[in-house]
């Protein structure tokens, strides 16, 4: 039998390829990015008392009522947008899913979607499977900023959507108000359709604000914008999110995704309603993680990697060229097998491979580790010995 693959150019993710080498070698992995602390034990407690209370059946397509309604009343209280808990929210099985099922409704074969690059891995190959072309635009080390002038050189009677990520994985950087009011101008008088990927809404660092696209009036009708449950809660794997954009986008979304996943988890919504019902449950983030950043950096100000703190995400990025002229990849390895630390180099996430000899480390972890991954990451020498 002869399979004809619709990704042949695909193969197993970097985050996979990174976590296995760290579980090989018992290297310590800041390399995908997943917290090594457990959840709150309060929303745990609730969790179970919802499953053994029977909320174990299918809720509604759009997602359960009383959470999209706290949702809709997050999203008024934080950006001043009024949403439509019925119409204009909806719970997803995490924002990946969100973010591909978007993709399948809006993109036709032969569409031109624009993607900033470094990308999140998950936009090309969803871009791809619906017959689109991603026409990437590149930011690069060490200001991570977008061009707006030669961002819209990009821009054809193909370009069918605008992909976004803020605050950005890989880089930790953030959108500010000037960014969009530069794509107001951008996508003015078009069909284009943006998709903005805020998982990281609630980590932002040094008194700096989240700029959301929802905020925007004028992007308001075009603009769909994903959000994760299990970044803010720190249960990734409850593979939770939610999706929110204008009425008429989102009868479009749901064609795809009432046939895509249909539903997700009830109890865990029912749970997830109760939870965000106090406030400082997420909004306590950008203290927490400023605090873990600050620590790491400081752990490791002394090694002969250089950076600039990340703006947002949990995610930092350091350059490694005083300490070798090796490709990222080969790079990233040596620091797993070698050294006892896990990273993810950077050229992976452009489709050319770019490499800015930039490697990124996850601080979502306890103090413990991170302060044994600086003692590790502190052993390494400059001087291109390795």
């Given at each position: 039998?002869?399979i ?8 197993t993710?970097i ?10 070698h ?22 179970s ?21 706290v949702l809709?009343?997050?999203?008024k ?11 204009e929210?909806?719970v ?9 099922s978007?993709?399948?409704a809006?993109?036709h074969p ?13 936009y ?5 499977l ?57 996508v003015?008088?078009?069909?284009i ?13 040094d008194?700096?604000?989240h ?12 603009s ?16 939770l999110?939610y ?7 989102m009868h ?20 997830i ?6 406030e ?5 983030l950008?203290p ?13 100000k002394?090694?002969p990697?250089?950076?600039?703190p990340?703006s ?9 060229s ?6 990222d ?8 097998i ?6 993810i ?20 972890k ?21």
């Amino acid at each position: 039998m002869k399979i004809r693959s619709k990704l042949p150019d695909l193969g197993t993710t970097i985050f996979s390829v990174m976590s296995g080498l760290a579980n090989k070698h018992k290297a310590i992995n800041l390399s995908q990015g997943f917290p090594n602390f457990d959840c709150d034990e309060r929303l745990k407690q609730l969790v179970s008392h919802y499953v053994n209370s029977g909320y174990n059946q299918y809720c509604p397509m759009t997602g359960l009522p009383r959470l999209t309604e706290v949702l809709a009343a997050k999203i008024k209280n934080l950006y001043g947008s009024d949403y439509d808990s019925k119409t204009e929210i909806n719970v997803t099985s995490g924002a990946t899913q969100a973010i591909f099922s978007t993709i399948q409704a809006f993109v036709h074969p032969g569409d031109e979607v624009i993607i900033v690059e470094p990308a999140y891995d998950c936009y090309q190959p969803s871009v791809l499977l619906a017959g689109g072309l991603v026409v990437p635009y590149q930011i690069k080390a060490p200001d991570w900023k977008i061009d707006w002038k030669e961002f819209a050189k990009l821009i054809s009677n193909k370009t069918r959507m605008i992909m976004l990520n803020t605050p950005h994985n890989p880089s930790g950087s953030i959108l500010e108000d000037a960014d969009f009011l530069e794509l107001q101008k951008i996508v003015e008088g078009t069909d284009i359709i943006i998709l903005s990927d805020e998982v990281y809404e609630h980590m932002v660092y040094d008194g700096k604000k989240h700029y959301s696209i929802m905020e925007y009036p004028a992007l308001r009708k075009r603009s769909l914008a994903t959000f994760s449950f299990g970044k803010t809660l720190h249960a990734t794997g409850w593979k939770l999110g939610y999706i929110v954009g204008d009425a008429a986008l989102m009868h479009e979304f749901r064609k795809v995704h009432q046939f895509d996943v249909f539903t997700s988890n009830t109890p865990f919504q029912h749970a997830i309603a109760d939870y965000l019902q106090d406030e400082n449950t997420y909004m306590g983030l950008a203290p927490f993680f400023q605090q873990k950043r600050d620590f790491f950096l400081d752990k490791i100000k002394d090694s002969p990697f250089v950076f600039t703190p990340c703006s947002g995400t949990y995610f930092q990025v350091a350059d490694y060229s005083a300490i070798s002229d090796e490709p990222d990849t080969e790079f990233a390895k040596r620091m797993t097998i070698e050294h006892g630390v896990a990273v993810i180099p950077i050229s992976v996430f452009y489709h050319n491979n770019l490499d800015n000899k930039v490697v990124r480390f996850c601080f979502a972890k306890t103090e413990e580790v991170l302060e044994n991954a600086a003692e590790l990451i502190c052993r390494i020498n400059s001087g291109k010995l390795i």
